[in-house]
């Protein structure tokens, strides 16, 4: 079913590019690696980079640190693309107008989430999002199952018995929303594909940070603007933005999406290791068991998707 496999192949955003053959010898073994190096790249950047991106929190706010993040991608996609060539049609703008909210929401609501919770159970619980969106479009018993996996998993992870080790309320709810938020951006991504991509996203990308600022601006204030907080912002921005998704699309070119799926889905693991080695952040068992449940889930729901565009 089309709606079935779009959705599994946005489960992490962009899941659409075909496969290309690998060369011969030493420099086609070589050329073969790369793409599979961008993505373990990419895995290890992003939660890397928005560890970095954690330390502005006691200083500008998690909304603050936000702004940062999406503002300063804004710049670069917009001297990147320059989207202003181009004339943009009213339902053009209207498309990536919803886009471009989504996103901010979705940003904004996951470093709200990783505020009060470790990173890594912030991304397993968002993760939830786009795994539901693909499941909802399943018919197969064996789809069902991961449900029934993804549901356990997060049953370990919310806060059903008051204790020291228990985890924020608000954070998984903040988490929650970051995937709900998630899962509208791919639908209303897919609905503005036809449009250029990097002019579309440099415009969604503008829409997101005017979503965020309100709330950045209230929190963080005149702080923003101070160059030592300003210059580590534009760093958080490219760690964890700029530097992953630019390793990703070198990725997208080679690696069947099947296997790209796969390794997307262990994002939660690598986040809570990121989590581990920059934050000192610890889980308990029953939160690694959590993720990992959460993380087959998400790996079950690849590869158990139609293969006949794959």
């Given at each position: 079913m089309a709606g079935e496999e779009e959705a599994r192949d946005k489960i992490a955003e962009r899941l659409a590019l075909s496969n290309s053959s690998p060369g011969s010898g030493e420099s086609g073994l070589?050329?073969?690696?790369?793409?599979y190096a961008a993505m373990m790249g990419a895995l290890i950047a992003?939660?890397?980079?928005?560890?970095?991106?954690?330390?502005?929190?006691?200083v500008v706010g998690a909304e603050g640190t936000s702004l940062y993040r999406v503002g300063f991608s804004a710049i670069f996609l917009w001297l990147l693309w320059r989207p202003w060539q181009r004339a943009w049609t009213?339902?053009?703008?209207?498309?990536?107008?919803r886009y471009g909210a989504v996103l901010g929401a979705m940003n904004l609501s996951?470093?709200?989430?990783?505020?009060?919770i470790p990173l890594g159970v912030a991304i397993a619980v968002e993760f939830l999002g786009p795994l539901g969106l693909a499941l909802f479009h399943s018919r197969k018993l064996i789809h069902f199952a991961w449900v029934g996996m993804a549901v356990v998993g997060l049953a370990f992870l919310l806060p059903l018995q008051r204790s020291t080790e228990t985890l924020d309320l608000m954070g998984i709810g903040f988490a929650g929303a970051a995937g709900l938020f998630w899962a509208l951006y791919i639908i209303y991504g897919q609905r503005a594909s036809y449009l250029p991509s990097g002019k579309a996203v440099a415009l969604g990308m503008t829409v997101a940070t005017l979503v965020i600022a309100p709330f950045g601006l209230f929190v963080g204030g005149a702080t923003l603007l101070t160059p030592k907080f300003l210059i580590l912002g534009m760093i958080a921005a490219l760690l964890s933005s700029t530097l992953?998704?630019?390793?990703?699309m070198i990725a997208l070119k080679?690696?069947?999406k099947r296997v790209f799926g796969v390794l997307l889905a262990a994002e939660p693991a690598a986040g809570a290791l990121a989590g581990m080695f920059f934050l000192n952040e610890t889980l308990t068992p029953a939160q690694w068991l959590a993720i990992i449940l959460i993380v087959a889930a998400?790996?079950?729901?690849v590869l158990s998707a139609e293969s006949k565009r794959i």
């Open positions: 070589l050329a073969s690696s790369i793409p992003l939660p890397a980079g928005t560890s970095f991106a954690k330390q502005l929190f006691p009213r339902p053009e703008i209207v498309d990536v107008a996951f470093y709200m989430a990783i505020k009060t992953p998704y630019s390793l990703e080679s690696i069947p998400g790996i079950g729901s």
